[in-house]
Every structure is written in structure tokens, then in C-alpha cells.
């Protein structure tokens, strides 16, 4: 990170404006310098601003600590996003469009009230963590010993029944 004049970072210096922005301008900021990432966390929204699903260069989409009871299709028109976080809502689905996300490495699902995952995230073969932490699930899908990239996996806290041998052996869970 380069520093400016009065040796304070430009980094700190762009966290401290944005930090007090809505969401509307921070989309529009995003939108209007074609920032990598877009945080929209802990700002109570119940659903996602239409604008959002328009910025396909964004590469990290923060949307924890919000109120959302789903994420819909259109977050699949995102195909650069690396990293995506949802934690902290209330989902009890994800859409199955996530599976569009060819160049996620990163997802942040914990703290939500899944109860299954769709089939099409077997396709992110980027994916090198998984957080499910906390959730309703009662038994992981077998396709998650298959994710090539996925070195961490995150699954304590839901009430699980059925684990499949491979992932149990894969990813030492108990």
C-alpha cells in the first residue's frame, strides 16, 4: 500500500470515507472506480440493491450481518467474484446459480439456517474454503470430497446425522 504526503496510508485513508457511506453510495463508488471489492455488511438489508448484480468486476462481495432470507439468481452474473460472504443472515437456501461462480475460491455461508446446499456448487473447482459453519444441515452431499482446490472446510455447530465416508476421510471430521 503507498502512503501519501503525511505518511498516512491511502488504504486507512479510503476504509475511513467509505466506512460512513450507505449502501447506495458505496454501489455507486464501486460502480464509478471499479473497485475489486464491494462491502455491504451489517446494514440491515433485506434484500440486495437490483445495481449490485451489474457490477461484474467486483471480486469480493461482503454481505454479512445482514437480513436476507435469500440470494437471488442474479448473484450468478457475478463471475469474477473470488470471494463471497453471506455469513450472518438468514438464509435457508443458496441459489443454485452460485455454481456459475467458476473463479470463487472463498465462501462464507456460516451463521444461517441452510438446510441443504445446491448440487451445482460441485462445479467450483477454485474453492478452497468452505464455511458452513452453524447452520441446519443434517447431512453433507458426498461431492464435497470431489472439490479439487477445497483445503478447508467448515461444517461445526449444524446437527448433522449423515456425513459420507469420503468427506469424513478427506477432511478428518468426526
Not at 470430497?145 to 467448515?154: C, G, K, V
Amino acid at each position: 500500500m503507498s502512503e501519501d504526503w503525511d505518511g498516512v496510508s491511502q488504504g486507512a485513508y479510503w476504509d475511513s470515507v467509505t466506512a460512513c457511506q450507505s449502501p447506495d453510495e458505496r454501489i455507486k463508488t464501486a460502480a464509478r472506480w471499479q473497485s475489486a471489492e464491494l462491502d455491504l455488511h451489517g446494514h440491515y438489508l433485506r434484500q440486495i440493491p437490483a445495481q449490485v448484480w451489474t457490477l461484474t468486476h467486483v471480486t469480493e462481495l461482503h454481505l454479512y450481518l445482514n437480513e436476507l432470507t435469500e440470494l437471488p439468481d442474479e448473484v450468478g452474473q457475478l463471475t469474477s467474484l473470488t470471494w463471497l460472504a453471506v455469513d450472518g443472515n438468514k438464509l435457508r437456501t443458496l441459489p443454485g446459480s452460485i455454481g456459475q461462480l467458476g473463479e470463487l475460491t472463498r465462501l462464507d455461508v456460516q451463521d444461517n439456517q441452510l438446510i441443504s446446499l445446491p448440487d451445482t456448487l460441485a462445479g467450483l473447482s477454485k474453492l478452497t474454503e468452505l464455511n458452513l459453519a452453524r447452520n441446519n444441515l443434517r447431512s453433507l452431499p458426498a461431492w464435497l470430497a470431489d472439490l479439487p482446490a477445497l483445503t478447508a472446510l467448515y461444517v461445526s455447530g449444524n446437527p448433522l446425522e449423515d456425513i459420507p465416508p469420503s468427506v469424513a476421510a478427506r477432511y478428518a471430521l468426526r
